[in-house]
C-alpha cells in the first residue's frame, strides 16, 4: 500500500524538508507496454517514491526533479559516465519500474536500487515516542535514499546556507538552467542536467551576482568543484569519514556535510547541526521545549541512535512546529546591489 495514497498532513514547509513530496498514484495499468516491476530496484516493501526521493528536491521548479501526473519521478543527473536522466514509477499492485536515457543511463539503473532505499534497512529503527511511532505507521514506505553522488547534493547545499530556501531554490534554478543542459532523452520539458566541475569553476563572477549567490558562497562552491574528484571519493567511505573528508574545504562545516552525506551516502544517523530551526523543532515534538538547542536536540535524540537522521525525518513529517513567535526571516536580493 506503500506510496498509494498521500500522507494525511498536509504540505508545508516543514513537512517538505522532511521529504514530503507528493506523487499521484500509480495507474491501473504499466505506464509502458511490457513494464514490469523489478524485485532488484525494490527486495523488500515497495517504497513511497515521493517520500523515499523527496529530499533530492530542491523547491517545487528545480529542473533537475519532476514529479508527472502519471505517477512518475523524474530526475537528472551528472553521473561519472556523463549526464543521464532516469524515469522512476510505481505499477499498481507491484513495485518499482525504472528507464533512463543518456550516457549516464547505464550507471543510473545500476544505482537505482540504492537511490530507492534498497540498501537501507527501516527495520532497524525502533520508536520509542508516540508522535514518531504515529508519523512511521503513517509512512510505511519510507527509505533513505543514497544517490552515490556527492557535489549534486553539495552545491545545492551550499547554496542554502545562512539564507531563506526560497532563496536558495531559486539560485540553483538559474544557475542550472543557465549552465547546465538540457536532461536527456524524453524528460519533461524544461529539466535539466547540473553543469560537470570544470563549468561550476569557470562560471563569471557576475553570473553568481545575477544568480543572487553572495561571494563567500561562490568561492565554496568553486572551491569544491576544483577538488570535485576527491569529494566523490566521500561516497565509499563511512559517513563519518565522509563528513571529515567534505569538512576540509573551507566554507565547508557540519551543517552542510551532513545535509550532503545524508543524501549522497543514505546516512541513517547524520544529524544536522548548526540549523536556526531544527533543534526547536525536535525539542518541541519531543519534549515540549521551543528553545532546545543542538546539545539539547542531540540528548533527546540519543534513544535513537544509529537511526537518529531517520527519526528526525519522522519528526518533521508529522508537520508539529512550535508556534512562531516572530516573522519569518524576509530573502535578500543581493542583484539590486
Not at 547545499?157 to 540553483?172: D, G, H, M, R
Given at each position: 500500500m506503500a506510496g498509494r495514497f498521500r500522507p494525511p498532513t498536509p504540505t508545508t514547509r516543514t513537512t517538505f524538508r522532511g521529504g514530503h513530496t507528493p506523487v499521484p498514484p500509480p495507474p491501473n495499468a504499466p505506464l509502458d507496454p511490457g513494464s514490469e516491476p523489478d524485485p532488484a530496484l525494490s527486495p523488500g516493501p515497495a517504497p513511497d517514491l515521493g517520500l523515499t526521493l523527496g529530499p533530492l528536491r530542491r523547491g517545487p521548479a528545480d529542473p533537475t526533479f519532476r514529479v508527472t501526473p502519471d505517477g512518475s519521478v523524474w530526475r537528472a543527473s551528472r553521473t561519472p559516465e556523463g549526464p543521464g536522466t532516469i524515469r522512476l514509477a510505481a505499477v499498481r499492485d507491484g513495485g518499482p519500474v525504472a528507464d533512463a536515457w543518456g550516457p549516464g543511463a547505464p550507471w543510473l539503473l545500476d544505482n537505482a536500487p540504492a537511490l530507492l532505499g534498497a540498501e537501507d534497512d527501516p527495520a532497524a529503527f525502533v520508536p520509542r515516542h508516540k508522535l514518531v511511532l504515529a508519523s512511521l505507521r503513517r509512512r510505511p514506505g519510507l527509505r533513505l535514499t543514497r544517490t552515490g553522488l556527492v557535489l549534486e547534493s553539495l552545491i545545492p547545499?551550499?547554496?542554502?546556507?545562512?539564507?531563506?530556501?526560497?532563496?536558495?531554490?531559486?539560485?540553483?534554478r538559474q544557475l542550472v538552467r543557465t549552465f547546465g543542459e538540457p536532461a536527456p532523452g524524453p524528460a519533461p520539458e524544461g529539466m535539466y542536467v547540473m553543469p560537470d566541475a570544470r563549468t561550476w569553476t569557470r562560471i563569471p563572477s557576475w553570473e553568481w551576482h545575477?544568480?543572487?549567490?553572495?561571494?563567500?558562497?561562490?568561492?565554496?562552491?568553486?572551491?569544491?568543484?576544483?577538488?570535485?574528484?576527491?569529494?566523490?571519493?566521500?561516497?565509499?567511505?563511512?559517513?563519518?569519514?565522509?563528513?571529515?573528508?567534505?569538512?576540509?574545504?573551507?566554507?565547508?562545516?557540519?551543517?552542510?556535510?551532513?545535509?550532503?552525506?545524508?543524501?549522497?551516502?543514505?546516512?541513517?544517523?547524520?544529524?544536522?547541526?548548526g540549523d536556526l530551526h531544527l533543534p526547536g523543532i525536535v525539542g518541541w515534538a519531543l519534549a515540549g521545549d521551543r528553545a532546545a538547542d543542538d546539545e539539547a536536540m542531540l540528548d533527546l535524540l540519543a534513544p535513537y541512535a544509529g537511526q537518529r537522521h531517520r527519526a528526525v525525518r519522522l519528526i518533521l513529517l508529522s508537520g508539529r512546529v512550535p508556534p512562531r513567535r516572530a516573522p519569518r526571516m524576509a530573502p535578500g536580493d543581493i542583484t539590486r546591489i
Open positions: 547545499t551550499i547554496l542554502e546556507q545562512k539564507v531563506t530556501a526560497t532563496e536558495a531554490y531559486a539560485s540553483w545575477r544568480a543572487n549567490v553572495d561571494g563567500k558562497r561562490s568561492a565554496t562552491i568553486v572551491r569544491a568543484a576544483r577538488v570535485a574528484a576527491r569529494l566523490e571519493e566521500a561516497v565509499l567511505m563511512d559517513p563519518p569519514a565522509a563528513r571529515r573528508r567534505l569538512e576540509l574545504i573551507p566554507g565547508i562545516g557540519p551543517w552542510t556535510s551532513a545535509e550532503t552525506i545524508q543524501r549522497s551516502n543514505g546516512a541513517p544517523d547524520e544529524v544536522t547541526t
